[in-house]
């Protein structure tokens, strides 16, 4: 059974950091692309930031740029996210997600499997 679990959100500052886990288990994930999305109350899922299965390739949102690092590590199928300057606009819940594909790309609806998410709150 495959199984995607993400770790590391919290409380914190305006200013401050998180590091974002995301661990899969059931097989292994690294000839697939992988991206991380976000959900805020009342919102739409919305895309953050993907990498490619080599992790050659990384791309992001507008609004994280520059502030946000994707990454990963196939031996241990583990996806990061690096969050620093965080702001009280990217409060929301991050879900991890798998495509099938070598490459990554924008839409939740291409994405296979998801994790269950994880709550980030950033306090002004």
């Known amino acids: 059974q495959v199984q995607l679990v993400e770790s590391g959100g919290g409380l914190v500052q305006a200013g401050g950091s998180l590091r974002l886990s995301c661990a899969a288990s059931g097989r292994s994930f690294s000839v697939y692309a992988m991206a991380w999305f976000r959900q805020a109350p009342g919102k739409e899922r919305e895309f953050v930031a993907l990498?490619?299965?080599?992790?050659?390739?990384?791309d992001y949102s507008d609004d994280v740029k520059g502030r946000f690092t994707i990454s990963r590590d196939s031996a241990k199928n583990t996806l990061y996210l690096q969050m620093n300057s965080l702001k009280p606009e990217d409060t929301a819940v991050y879900y991890c997600?798998?495509?099938?594909?070598?490459?990554?790309?924008?839409?939740?609806?291409?994405?296979?499997?998801w994790g269950q998410g994880t709550q980030v709150t950033v306090s002004s």
């Open positions: 997600a798998v495509r099938q594909s070598t490459s990554a790309d924008y839409y939740p609806q291409s994405y296979a499997y």
């Open positions: 990498i490619n299965w080599s992790g050659t390739n990384t």
